[in-house]
């Protein structure tokens, strides 16, 4: 009886420890689909889920050719991977060694996110009235890196005074988008990935097809300013909301950026300060 209840128990202590080992590897592995969504990497595991099906397919037809030939396609692949996705495992190892790898993004509190609300809404009205044209998008989950890349890093705070000047035209870094990470103006100058949607309004110039481009692949928010009116939207989801006024701006990016209840928050104090003037 005694040898029956250790075995018992051992199957139990391993039924548990394998329970849990499924469940990490599924943690991983959303992880992993996290950081690299919207970015090329999702490119390439479309590619290696066709492949996979492909070779199944020739092995249950018996396709001796294919089946060779998508054989020394999974043979080489890897090192085909590590070669085109360089930068891409260079920073998931930089962020392994800082900690980094599982901790995307901190929400801000209280008055940062108050000042950083502030900051956007001062530069964009600034240059609303002006006709400044403008393109800033602000990362959320999908990692902005591989547009990063393509501009000027600066790696600065967030100041009004600083997204204006960035945009002032003739200027060497007005020319393209900014990203936002977190509390920094990360990059300027980048570029970013143009829709192809045939349903986009004819009337919208190359600026809005980047911020719509970007919000189709990413969950990025993207804040334009057009330069031949002067008009503020917002780009979010692959959709666009046009011709917004500050206040509206104000209350639409406090709501993408820090969520419903800041969004309700500021709505509140809105009305308070309308009926007390009133």
């Not at 943690?27 to 390439?44: D, E, F, N, P, S």
């Not at 240059?127 to 902005?144: D, F, H, V």
């Not at 990059?187 to 004819?202: Q, R, V």
């Amino acid at each position: 009886m005694q040898i029956i209840e250790q075995f018992t128990d051992v199957t139990a202590v391993s039924v548990v420890f394998n329970f849990l080992d499924v469940l990490l590897v599924w943690y991983v592995l959303y992880k992993v689909l996290t950081l690299i969504k919207g970015t090329k990497a999702v490119q390439l595991l479309k590619g290696i889920f066709v492949i996979i099906i492909a070779k199944i397919a020739t092995d249950i037809f018996e396709l001796a050719t294919l089946d060779w030939l998508l054989q020394q396609v999974i043979n080489f692949g890897f090192v085909a991977i590590v070669i085109i996705f360089q930068p891409e495992i260079r920073r998931a190892l930089e962020q392994i060694g800082r900690g980094k790898l599982f901790t995307r993004t901190t929400s801000q509190q209280g008055e940062e996110q108050t000042r950083l609300i502030e900051a956007m809404k001062k530069s964009v009205s600034y240059m609303a009235k002006r006709r400044i044209g403008a393109l800033i998008s602000l990362e959320k989950e999908t990692g902005l890196n591989e547009y990063i890349e393509t501009g000027i890093k600066m790696n600065a705070d967030i100041s009004s005074e600083l997204l204006i000047n960035i945009f002032i035209p003739n200027t060497p870094l007005h020319d393209g988008a900014v990203v936002i990470q977190k509390d920094k103006v990360s990059a300027a100058a980048c570029y970013l990935p143009l829709s192809e949607s045939a349903f986009i309004s004819k009337e919208l110039g190359t600026r809005h097809r980047a911020a719509l481009g970007l919000s189709e692949v990413t969950d990025a928010i993207v804040v334009i300013v057009s330069e031949e009116t002067g008009a503020v939207s917002i780009a979010v989801d692959g959709k666009i909301d046009r011709n917004l006024t500050i206040d509206e701006f104000e209350l639409k990016l406090r709501k993408l950026w820090f969520g419903p209840e800041q969004d309700s928050n500021l709505a509140s104090k809105l009305s308070w300060g309308g009926n007390k003037n009133g």
